[in-house]
């Protein structure tokens, strides 16, 4: 996996845990049909970032493409969509100002959000200029962390917190 790593790092990126995941790949085809999901085959790279190991899929690659409820509050800005998880994807930890591949060569959309859930800034950056971003929305005090999304398909990536 290929990340960078900024010297004064004032946040780390989380993905999502493996745990949650790892029995879907379990399941048969109509199961998870049943449940609102499906079993996909990576055929580009990039294009198949995997929420669990933050990095894309390799072609042939086999991934799960399911509902996720990503910002889990309570008010107008609880927010869901389509992740997709690699079926053999290592879980991803990242030290402070640790910055993976996937989010560098992506058009971002940031999301800001205060410790109530409520949208405070957002704003479309490329990714190679994620610390700047990071760190002009964290220097509002009242910014508890962040959402990094996709601009293009609109998809959730990974959170951003205060290191």
């Known amino acids: 996996m290929s990340t960078t790593r900024v010297d004064t790092a004032t946040f780390r990126i989380s993905a999502l845990p493996w745990d949650a995941c790892a029995p879907l790949f379990g399941l048969g085809d109509e ?6 999901m499906r079993r996909v ?5 990039p294009g198949f970032p995997c929420r669990v190991s933050l990095a ?11 509902h996720h409820v990503h910002h889990d509050v309570r008010g107008p800005f ?5 992740i997709y998880v690699r079926e053999h994807a290592a879980p991803a930890t990242f ?43 964290f220097s509002d005090p009242e910014v508890s962390y962040l959402h990094a999304h996709s601009a293009r398909p609109g998809c959730y990536l990974c959170r951003i917190d205060r290191a």
């Open 78 to 82: 609880r927010a869901s969509g389509p």
């Open 31 to 36: 199961d998870l049909a049943a449940r609102g």
């Open 41 to 45: 085959i990576a055929d580009e790279h």
């Open 95 to 137: 030290a402070a100002g640790e910055i993976p591949e996937l989010l560098r060569v992506r058009l971002l959309s940031l999301r800001a959000y205060d410790g109530a859930g409520l949208l405070r800034d957002a704003e479309v950056s490329e990714g190679r200029e994620l610390e700047d971003v990071v760190d002009r929305m």
């Open 56 to 66: 894309d899929a390799a072609i042939g690659e086999t991934l799960l493409l399911l």
